[in-house]
């Protein structure tokens, strides 16, 4: 069965540093993978997704993640955290026969100033 | 402007009370879908709607119903709602269903049965 794991919960950032959010799944074959953000009080925002060709994927809002097949990893990534960027983080998967995305549990972000 | 809407978005109720959360989009999609969150367990779905009159279970459907009687409206419904139910609720729509369409999402509701 399809599964998603992100590992930490919270994760505190200094404003300026580099940020790194870990996302794993769990699926047969090739993915759909996608990255989403929950800002306080907001649905959620598509970040962006991949489904072939370039591993490195770039985003909205200065994001961008990498698919490592051999690592069944999606991990998302910005060189330089904002104030405005503290939110949670979903990571999903889905399957090219289905209509269902997966969800992780959320990494949330806080930034210190 | 292209939106998801839910109604209301804060809703505290008693047990047994029977209520419903709406959904609207303005954006002609076919799909439709309904989410819970929780926390720890991420977005898990409840019903997912392809088109008008069409409906099926997600993950977790126990306790829910759901109607698609126009394609821009999918309301869900709690009959008889328990404690267990307390949640953030999300709805969602997107083109045509398939995983390649961008899902968008409403603002939540955030329900609490007391």
């Known amino acids: 069965a399809q599964s998603v794991t992100q590992p930490d919960i919270h994760i505190t950032v200094s404003e300026g540093a580099s940020l790194e959010l870990r996302c794993n799944y769990s699926y047969g074959a090739t993915p759909y993978l996608f990255w989403y953000v929950q800002s306080p009080g907001q649905g959620l925002q598509l970040l962006l997704k991949y489904f072939s060709g370039d591993t490195l994927v770039q985003g909205i809002k200065g994001f961008e993640a990498e698919f490592k097949r051999s690592q069944s990893s999606f991990n998302l990534r910005k060189p330089s955290v904002h104030w405005s960027d503290a939110a949670e983080y979903f990571c999903?998967?889905?399957?090219?026969?289905?209509?269902?995305?997966?969800f992780g549990s959320g990494t949330r972000l806080l930034v210190r100033p | 402007e292209a939106q998801v809407t839910q109604n209301p978005r804060y809703l505290i109720t008693v047990t047994g009370k029977k209520l419903t959360v709406t959904c609207s989009q303005n954006?002609?999609?076919?799909?439709m879908s309904w989410y819970r969150q929780d926390p720890g367990l991420g977005l898990r779905q409840i019903y997912y709607s392809m088109n008008v009159e069409v409906t099926d279970k997600g993950d977790v459907p126990e306790g829910y119903k759901v109607s698609r009687k126009e394609k821009r409206n999918f309301p869900l419904i709690l009959e008889s709602p328990s404690p267990n139910q307390t949640s953030l609720y999300f709805c969602a729509s997107s083109g045509s269903g398939a995983i390649t369409d961008t899902q968008y999402f409403g603002p939540g509701t955030r329900l609490t049965v007391l």
């Open positions: 954006m002609n999609h076919e799909y």
């Open positions: 999903a998967v889905g399957a090219e026969s289905s209509y269902k995305l997966i």
